[in-house]
Structure formats: C-alpha cells, structure tokens
C-alpha cells in the first residue's frame, strides 16, 4: 500500500494502521531517517510526483493533476518539499526529464 497518498495521513493514523504507539513510529523514524514524520512521508510524495513527471503516458497531467495524485494537501507544501528533496520546481523537473528521454 502506498499509504503517503492519503492526503490526511498522520504519524497517529499511520501507527494505528501499522499497530503500533504512536511515540514508537516518531521515534524510529527520527532515529532510522534523521526526519520528522512530515519531511517522512513527503519525501514519498515527492518520489511519487517525480515518477509521474517522467512517465510518457501522464504527460497529460497538469501540476495540479500531479498535486493531488502524489497526496499533498496543498499547492504550496508541494512546491516546497519538492524544490527541497529535488533543488528545482516541478516544471523544470519535467522539462529537464523530457530532455534526457529525448537525447
């Protein structure tokens, strides 16, 4: 299950469905990943939206399109947790892919 693309997924939902304390899952995934549980997930989110991005058959999808499948709530978050995992926008992600499929 990609869990990440519940939109209104928190540390206390994610626990529950994986059966454990809340405190527990925090903890193992600051100590395991050095992150918070939002930089966690996000993390997915921006690996998800990146795929969609380089597939030639989701050309189609606007940003937006790609907001919403990649399970961020907002447009701003996902512009700012992908520019920090990625260093650039998403618009010149998708440019600079489309580029190295052509060449």
């Given at each position: 299950d990609k869990l990440f693309l519940h939109k209104n997924l928190t540390v206390q939902r994610f626990a529950d469905i994986v059966n454990l304390p809340t405190r527990e899952v925090s903890q193992a995934i600051n100590t395991q990943y050095g992150s918070n549980f939002l930089?966690?997930?996000n993390a997915f989110r921006v690996e998800e939206a990146k795929r969609l991005l380089r597939d030639d058959e989701q050309v189609h999808l606007t940003i937006g399109d790609i907001i919403r499948k990649s399970g961020f709530n907002s447009k701003s978050a996902f512009h700012?947790?992908?520019?920090r995992f990625t260093g650039t926008t998403?618009?010149?992600?998708?440019?600079?892919?489309?580029?190295e499929a052509a060449g």
């Open positions: 930089e966690f997930v700012r947790f992908f520019k998403p618009t010149a992600y998708k440019e600079q892919s489309a580029s």
